[in-house]
C-alpha cells in the first residue's frame, strides 16, 4: 500500500468521525451556544447567573452527547466490523483517535446494545478475542 492509500480500517474510523464524534461535538455545543447568545459573551463568563446558566447548559449537552454517542458508537462498530478485514487493526485505530473506548473497557457498558445488535456486536468481538489468541 502506498502512502496515497488509506486501508479499509482508516476509511472506516474516518467515516466514525462522521457518524459519532462529530455530532457528539455538535449536541453538546448546540447547548453551550444559546446561554451565550442569550445573554451575550460579557454576562455569560462575567457573572453569576451567566456561569450558572453555562455550566447547566454544558452539563445538559455533555449528557445529550453522550447519550448520542452511546447510540451511535455500536451502530458504527457493527457497520465497520461488516466491512473491514482487520478487526483488532480497526480496534487500535479507533481507539487511538478517541472514537471508542477499547471493548475489554469498563465504558463500552454504556453504549446501547440491543438486541440484535447486541448479539451480532458480541459474535464480532468474540472473533476478535478469539483471533488474538490464535
Known amino acids: 500500500m502506498t502512502d496515497t492509500e488509506t486501508s479499509l480500517e482508516e476509511r472506516a474510523v474516518r467515516a466514525g468521525y462522521w457518524r459519532v464524534t462529530l455530532p457528539v461535538w455538535l449536541i453538546t455545543m448546540g447547548f453551550v451556544w ?3 447568545l442569550y445573554l451575550g459573551i ?7 447567573r451567566g456561569q450558572w ?3 447547566g447548559f454544558f452539563i ?3 449528557a445529550a452527547g453522550w447519550a448520542w454517542w452511546s447510540f451511535a458508537a455500536p451502530r458504527w462498530r457493527l457497520w465497520a466490523y461488516e466491512h473491514v478485514g482487520d478487526l483488532a487493526r480497526l480496534e ?3 481507539v487511538a483517535d478517541r472514537l471508542v473506548w477499547p471493548v475489554s ?3 463500552t457498558r ?3 446494545r ?3 445488535l447486541g448479539v451480532r456486536l458480541r459474535a464480532f468481538e468474540a472473533k476478535m478475542s478469539s483471533d488474538k489468541v490464535a
Open 34 to 36: 444559546p446561554p451565550i
Open 42 to 48: 460579557d454576562k455569560a463568563f462575567n457573572t453569576t
Open 53 to 55: 446558566a453555562l455550566c
Open 60 to 62: 445538559v449537552g455533555l
Open 92 to 94: 487500535q485505530l479507533a
Open 105 to 107: 473497557h469498563p465504558m
Open 110 to 112: 454504556t453504549e446501547i
Open 114 to 116: 440491543i438486541g440484535d
